[in-house]
C-alpha cells in the first residue's frame, strides 16, 4: 500500500484531542505513530464515552486508528534510554504536554534536537510563547471562552455559550497536521528540522477574526464589530409544519426563486431585497420572511420545491440520522469492523477521496501498551531486558 506518508515515523507523546487528531491524519495517510502513554493511560481513553473495557471509548477509538501504544512511566529513570532510542528512530515529535513538563523530562525542542538534529518537533501548546499567557494550562472550552467563540451566542442569543464540538481542538490539530506535512516538505529541500509552535488561542482567534473583525479591519473605523448575516438571532434553522429545515439564499437569483417558492414574487422588485446590498442592508426584515414563512408546509414538501427552483436547502438531522443517512453510506463514511474487545463497531473513515491513492485501515485503536514489544524490539531491546524494564514498572503491559 503506498500512502504518501509511508516512510514517515512519529512519535506521539500527546494526548485528549489536539495531539491525537493530528496523528490521526497523519496515520491514516500512511505514517507510523507511535504512540507514548502514561500507567493511567490517555484521559480521552474514559472521558471519550462508555465502552465494554471501560478503557476504549468511541471518541478514543475513532482518533487512534491506525497506532502503536507503548505504555512506559516517563518519570522512571530507565526510561531515559527508551525514548532517546525512540527520539533518533523517528523522524517527528509530537507533543501537547506544557513546559515546565517537558524540561523536567528532558522532552523539549533543545534537549531532543541533540538527540535528533533533523527531528520535525511539533508542539501544541494553549497559549503561544510570546505572550502573558503563555504558561496557562488549556482545555477547549477554556480556548472557546477567551478566542470569541463564546462571544458569538452572546451576541446572537445573549449570554454566552461554548460550541459543543472540541472544535478548538480540531482546528488546532488540524494546523498541526498541515504545519508538520509543510515541515517534511522542507526538510526534504533543506535537510534540515525544526521546531513548530501550535498555538490554539491564537489559532482560533484568527478563525473567528477573518470573519467577525468587521470595521475594525479598517483603521480609524467606528469599530463595529461581527458579521450581521450570522449573528442575527433569527438566522436559526427555519420550522416547518413538521419540523426545521435550513435555507440559504444569498444571490440575487436564489432570494427571487425563495420569493416564488414562498408565492411573494412582488418582493423582487421591493427596494429592501431588490440586491444583495438591499438585502443585507434590510437584513432585519429579509430574515423575518424567510423564517415566517415555511410553517404552512412539511420539510419534505420545502425539499422537493427547493429542489425543483436550485435553492440550496437540507433538513435539520439529527445524530441518528446521519448513522443512516444515504449520501453518507453511499459515501463509505461508515465500516462495521470486528473489534477482539469491543465487538462489531461502526468506524468513521477520511470522507476525502483520491483517484489513486486508495486509503484503509492498518490496525484499530490498539489497548493501553499493546505494543511494547514490537516497538522495543524495533529499537535494539531484547526480551530479557523488556521483562526487566517491566519488573521496574518502568514498561507497563497491556492487562490481561
Known amino acids: 500500500m503506498n500512502l504518501p506518508l509511508k516512510n514517515v515515523k512519529v512519535l506521539d507523546l500527546s494526548s485528549v484531542l489536539a495531539g491525537p487528531y493530528c496523528s490521526l491524519h497523519l496515520g491514516d495517510y500512511g505514517a507510523t505513530v507511535t504512540k507514548i502513554e502514561s500507567p493511567q493511560g490517555d484521559l480521552l481513553r474514559k472521558l471519550g464515552g462508555r465502552s465494554k473495557s471501560g478503557m476504549l471509548s468511541p471518541q478514543f477509538m ?15 529513570p530507565q526510561s531515559d534510554e527508551i525514548i532517546k532510542k525512540l527520539i533518533s528512530t523517528h523522524d517527528v515529535l509530537l507533543t501537547n504536554m506544557r513546559d515546565n513538563a517537558l524540561k523536567k523530562l528532558h522532552l523539549d525542542y533543545n534537549s531532543v534536537e541533540k538527540i535528533r538534529k533533523d527531528i520535525i ?3 501544541i501548546v494553549g497559549f503561544g510563547s510570546k505572550g502573558k499567557y503563555s504558561s496557562l494550562p488549556a482545555y477547549d472550552n477554556i480556548i472557546q471562552g477567551a478566542s470569541g467563540f463564546s462571544d458569538l451566542f ?25 504545519s508538520i506535512l509543510l515541515s517534511i516538505i522542507q526538510r526534504n529541500i533543506s535537510n534540515e528540522g525544526q521546531y513548530i509552535e501550535v498555538p490554539m488561542y491564537e489559532i482560533a482567534s484568527t478563525f473567528i477574526l477573518t470573519e467577525h473583525i468587521g470595521d475594525m479591519f479598517f483603521k480609524n473605523s467606528s469599530g463595529k464589530t461581527g458579521d450581521l448575516r450570522v449573528l442575527n438571532p433569527s438566522t436559526k434553522p427555519i420550522p416547518t409544519k413538521n419540523g426545521y429545515i435550513c435555507v440559504s439564499a444569498n444571490t440575487d437569483k436564489q432570494a427571487f426563486a425563495f420569493f416564488d417558492a ?11 431585497f431588490d440586491s444583495v446590498t438591499a438585502r443585507y442592508e434590510n437584513l ?6 424567510r ?3 415555511l410553517t404552512s408546509k412539511t420539510t419534505e414538501e420545502w425539499m422537493a420545491i427547493f429542489l425543483d427552483k436550485d435553492i440550496p436547502a437540507m433538513p435539520v438531522n439529527s445524530f441518528e440520522d446521519l448513522i443512516y443517512d444515504e449520501q ?3 459515501s463509505d463514511i461508515f465500516e462495521e469492523m470486528d473489534h477482539p474487545i469491543e465487538g462489531k463497531i461502526n468506524t468513521i473513515k477520511q470522507p476525502v477521496s483520491f483517484s489513486k491513492t486508495k486509503l484503509s485501515y492498518k490496525s484499530l485503536a490498539p489497548s493501553l501498551g499493546e505494543d511494547y514489544m514490537s516497538i522495543l524490539q524495533e529499537i535494539g531491546f531484547k526480551k530479557s531486558e523488556i521483562h526487566k524494564l517491566i519488573k521496574s514498572k518502568c514498561i507497563h503491559p497491556p492487562k490481561k
Do not use: Q
Open 262 to 272: 414562498i408565492d411573494r414574487p412582488k418582493l423582487k422588485n421591493n427596494k429592501k
Open 284 to 289: 432585519e426584515d429579509f430574515t423575518k420572511i
Open 62 to 76: 475513532n482518533i487512534n486508528r491506525n497506532k502503536k501504544s507503548l505504555c512506559i512511566d516517563l518519570k522512571n
Open 121 to 123: 518537533y511539533c508542539h
Open 291 to 293: 423564517t415566517t414563512s
Open 154 to 178: 452572546k451576541r446572537r442569543d445573549n449570554s454566552p455559550g461554548f460550541v459543543p464540538l472540541g472544535i478548538t481542538d480540531r482546528i488546532s490539530g488540524l494546523t498541526a497536521f498541515n
Open 328 to 330: 453518507l453510506n453511499s
